[in-house]
């Protein structure tokens, strides 16, 4: 579930692939047939501020692709197919593997170059997350190493071009298994 095959190119965003369930699909919803975002589709119906800090586990409702059924840790949103932990007096997203992606709609307040930070972490080293914003490749995180899961880092800040306005955010897990993201920051 939750895994529906790769995104395929809409009318100027992404359209959910078919099959599985949860974010990614079937005869389910788009998860954003255009860009720019709609607020309707954001968690809680409210788009994340750019400049600002989005909470990971704060995605999307529709906006996710993960590749195991339900949530592995069981914390917060224990109605999605995404593992989410509880971390320090928050949550985190755990288990992030390859090709795992979480979608948020967020609204930028002037277009511009911005510093992005990432709070996470994985014992092993060379874990990157990539980010992109509709269809538009941004940039790659660098996920600290930690010693022990539960910890997370903030690594070096990565610079990002944004538009302005309402779009939708992702955030893939690149090419090797296993990190956990808290939140990004976007400055």
């Given amino acids: 579930p939750g895994t529906g095959g790769d995104p395929v190119p809409g009318a100027g965003g992404i359209v959910a692939a078919t099959g599985g369930s949860g974010g990614t699909g079937g005869d389910g919803p788009v998860v954003h047939p255009t860009c720019p975002g709609d607020a309707a589709n954001a968690y809680q119906g409210t788009a994340r501020a750019i400049p600002g800090t989005i909470e990971a586990e704060d995605f999307d409702p529709e906006g996710y692709s993960d590749t195991t059924p339900g949530n592995e840790d069981g914390a917060y949103r224990t109605d999605v197919d995404v593992d989410i932990k509880a971390l320090g007096d928050g949550y985190a997203i755990s288990w992030f593997v390859s ?26 080293a060379g874990r990157t997350l990539e980010l992109s914003s509709c269809e538009d490749a941004l940039g790659t995180i660098a996920v600290p190493r930690i010693d022990d899961w539960g910890q997370v880092k903030t690594p070096e800040p990565v610079i990002v071009h944004l538009k302005p306005g309402g779009q939708v955010f992702r955030v893939t897990v690149g090419a090797l298994h296993y990190g956990d993201l808290d939140s990004l920051t976007f400055e």
């Fill in 99 to 124: 090709g795992e992606w979480l979608e948020f709609t967020v609204d930028v307040a002037t277009e511009g170059d911005y510093e992005v930070t990432a709070r996470a972490g994985a014992v092993e």
